[in-house]
């Protein structure tokens, strides 16, 4: 069975840094494109980071300069390094691993709250 377990989460003050974690244990993490989504109450998860097997990464608009994804494949890993961190970034922070269309699987979640 799949699993990817988020860590790193909690309550912070407006322009600190936090970092996600996510662990999966997908038999060769490296052939799947790993996503951190989130979702605030009442809105639609996003996209917040991607990185492909390739190591190419994309950004939502509202993040780029902020985030950073990373992944270790050795460890099975994918991380997500926030900075400057703003209330708005509240969310539910989701990892995904994707390996094509028909091909996915999710996290749990971890809670992310900035406030002072």
């Known amino acids: 069975q799949v699993q990817l377990v988020e860590s790193g989460g909690g309550l912070v003050q407006p322009g600190d840094p936090l970092r996600l974690s996510c662990v999966a244990s997908?038999?060769?993490?490296?052939?799947?494109?790993m996503g951190w989504y989130r979702q605030a109450p009442g809105k639609q998860r996003e996209l917040v980071a991607a990185?492909?097997?390739?190591?190419?990464?994309n950004y939502d608009d509202s993040v780029k300069g902020r985030f950073t994804i990373s992944r270790d494949n050795a460890k099975k890993m994918v991380y997500l390094q926030m900075v400057n961190l703003k209330p708005e970034d509240t969310a539910v922070y989701s990892c995904?691993?994707?390996?094509?269309?028909?091909?996915?699987?999710w996290g749990q979640g971890t809670q992310v709250t900035i406030s002072s």
């Open positions: 995904n691993a994707r390996l094509n269309a028909n091909v996915g699987y």
């Open positions: 997908l038999s060769v993490v490296s052939l799947y494109t």
């Open positions: 990185i492909t097997s390739g190591g190419s990464t």
